[in-house]
């Protein structure tokens, strides 16, 4: 945000205007968003680029998703056309990117699907980016299959997680030769390949700061060691749910 007094307006715009619009679109499957409020901030490791960040916004889209994704563009530029769009003037975004869904996991507890895991409540998340030197390499290839085989389904044990959804990068602001200033969500661009950032988001049952608590206990390393060369970490951190009228995180 641009404007410390802002986050009630903003929230306004975003939680009563913007998402039921887009949720409203046919090739919008769903569509959250979670707040780095500023006890979530305290334990937060990030990037310069990331730091600061007050929101993360997740939507997931229905095949065929090349026309989901222009309507959902068109839905902005309309929008905009319209004088609906106050974050232009409100926030800055720090990072955009489109991305492939990897891998879902669920808790044992949980009976439902992975895909249904998205659209089930939750009370915050846990997200870890990092950016991959070599998409294609070995490293990068070791990295994903510890995260798949041994650190993912640790966490599955943890009380407060519901489960777990990894993503795959197919063009971001974040990628080497690109950055935020570039104003577009996605890009076919020479200087970047696809694969160069990885996301963990964990869906949480519980108070996502003990969530951190609880995963500290049983030792589960989600970000990359430092003997893990060539794996960047960019944001590892924890955010809460957003409930509707209630934006006072950043109150003074």
């Not at 730091?51 to 026309?67: A, Q, T």
Request: proline fraction near 6%.
């Amino acid at each position: 945000m641009t404007d410390p007094t802002s986050h009630a307006e903003y929230n306004a715009w975003h939680q009563l205007d913007h998402r039921p619009e887009n949720l409203a679109l046919d090739g919008v499957a769903h569509g959250e968003r979670w707040v780095h409020s500023p006890d979530c901030a305290e334990s937060t490791r990030t990037c310069e680029v990331l730091d600061g960040v007050h929101y993360v916004n997740s939507y997931w889209f229905r095949d065929p998703v090349d026309e989901s994704f222009a309507q959902w563009q068109n839905l902005a530029v309309r929008t905009f056309q319209l004088g609906r769009r106050p974050d232009v003037r409100l926030s800055r975004r720090l990072a955009m990117g489109t991305f492939m869904p990897v891998k879902g996991y669920v808790s044992p507890r949980c009976l439902l699907s992975a895909d249904a895991l998205p659209i089930r409540p939750n009370r915050g998340i846990s997200l870890v980016a990092t950016r991959v030197q070599d998409p294609n390499g070995s490293v990068s290839e070791q990295f994903f299959a510890k995260q798949d085989r041994e650190v993912i389904p640790a966490l599955l044990k943890c009380e407060e997680v519901a489960g777990v959804w990894t993503f795959s990068s197919y063009s971001t602001t974040l990628d080497v030769g690109r950055d935020s200033d570039d104003g577009v969500t996605f890009a076919e661009d020479d200087r970047t390949s696809s694969g160069q950032v990885r996301i963990v988001m964990v869906f949480l049952d519980g108070d996502p700061a003990l969530h951190l608590a609880d995963r500290a206990r049983r030792g589960i390393e989600l970000e990359p060691t430092p003997l893990e060369e060539g794996i960047e970490l960019l944001f590892s951190g924890v955010l809460r749910n957003i409930e509707p009228w209630n934006w006072t995180w950043f109150d003074s």
